[in-house]
């Protein structure tokens, strides 16, 4: 099914604003527990385990369901099934937290989970197969940019709401977007991804190895362990670093800040990596990554805090465009897009654990300064090895 370009743009359209509603509603549940019960760490860090691991388990078989069932109908259906988890999330989110309760708590992780696990897997997907090689990076960074303003504005925007009404109205109102986004899937064409022509540049894509998911993780471990170790980061900044800062900049703000840097990193990395080379784009995502970093754990001034959360989320956005681009570059958008999120939502899943534990147990400071020195050796070796790929095309 070979696809016009206005029929492209108004696909692309449809599937990035889809998945903005998802994700915005993904990221709410996934502040919403540390920043409500912050009296009690353990709890949230129970629950971003929980929906972290569900997130991750349903992710090597999203390509399979888009090549079964179609891209409409995945994104459509995942969307649907992240709504019920936010519904009961939202239910059993306040409370006491023990027998039935945590188990509903945790039941809504579950589904929440595996609802956005598909759906993200499927949307960064779609991307490949709808937009042309040659325009891929750009449409990448576009993409990132409008996902990530949706939950630097609707993440805020939901924990805000959660704590000043409740969590329950906040379960109702998320599984109400997820509906209209559900709605807006519709519009995405029923393309499979079986064949060269499904809405993908049969130039591009007959050079790109398809493989299995054990072997891209292989081709791009460092890439991905750089991937994984940024949104560590990013986990702090939207888990502990609202909770450390919280005497000095509201939670709900240090969120915001924090995705609204991640936004512009998102396009930041598929904008320029085209004028830096990749070696530069990945060189000052980790500078401003550790930047961030830094500031966020010496700083005491509330425009100190701030500057130091948009740092840092820029740092990780653009790392995040950077790698995704580097895996479809060298294999299908499929395993790419597999590859890719499992590292995002590794670290999620990883940083949202840790930070939680480090913040109870008083030692956040000295789990961000050793994160931050190991990046910076997987950010200088990953550059080492894309200047020698690189060199011999100069």
């Known amino acids: 099914m070979q696809m016009r370009d206005g029929t492209v743009r108004a696909a692309f359209i449809a599937l990035t604003v889809a998945v903005s509603s998802g994700v915005a509603t993904f990221f709410t549940l996934y502040s919403l527990i540390p920043a409500a019960r912050a009296e009690s760490p353990e709890a949230g860090s129970l629950y971003v385990g929980v ?11 999203t390509p399979a369901l888009v090549r079964r069932f179609s891209l409409r109908s995945v994104v459509l259906g995942s969307l649907l099934v992240l709504g019920v988890g936010a519904l009961v999330t939202g239910t059993f989110g306040t409370g006491p937290l023990h027998g039935a309760e945590l188990i509903g708590l945790l039941a809504g992780g579950v589904v929440a989970g595996a609802g956005f696990g598909v759906l993200i897997v499927a949307g960064s997907q779609g991307v490949g ?32 709401l959660a704590l000043s009404t409740s969590p329950a109205v906040f379960g109702v109102v998320a599984a109400g977007l997820c509906v209209l986004g559900a709605v807006i899937a519709a519009r995405i064409p029923r393309i499979t991804g079986k064949h060269l022509g499904d809405g993908c540049s049969t130039k591009t894509a007959k050079d790109l190895p398809v493989i299995t998911t054990s072997g891209a ?31 000095t900049v509201e939670p709900a703000l240090t969120i915001l800040l924090v995705q609204i840097g991640a936004a512009a990193g998102r396009w930041f990395g598929g904008a320029a990596e ?34 130091a959360a948009i740092v840092m ?11 995704l681009h580097m895996a479809m570059r060298r294999i299908d958008a499929g395993r790419a897009s597999v590859v890719w999120n499992l590292a995002v ?16 147990r008083g030692i956040l400071d000295v789990g961000i300064l050793a994160s931050a020195c190991l990046f910076a050796v997987v950010g200088a070796a990953l550059a080492v090895q894309e200047h020698r790929r690189e060199r011999p095309r100069a």
Do not use: E, K, N
């Open 274 to 307: 085209a004028r830096l080379t990749r070696v530069g784009a990945i060189t000052v995502a980790a500078a401003l990554v550790i930047l961030g970093a830094s500031g966020g754990m010496l700083g005491t001034h509330s425009l100190v805090l701030g500057a």
């Open 217 to 247: 993780l292989r081709l791009l471990a460092l890439t991905l362990v750089f991937l994984l170790l940024a949104v560590v980061f990013l986990a702090h900044g939207i888990t502990s670093l609202p909770a450390y800062a919280r005497g």
């Open 129 to 160: 197969l709808l937009v042309p090689g040659l325009g891929l990076g750009q449409a990448l960074g576009m993409y990132g940019l409008v996902t990530m303003l949706a939950t630097a504005l609707g993440s805020p925007a939901g924990v805000q």
């Open 313 to 323: 989320g820029a740092g990780v956005g653009t790392a995040q465009t950077v790698g």
């Open 345 to 360: 939502d590794g670290g999620l899943w990883l940083g949202g654990v840790l930070a939680g534990l480090a913040l109870a």
């Open 51 to 61: 929906l972290m691991t569900c997130v991750i388990a349903v992710q090597v078989g």
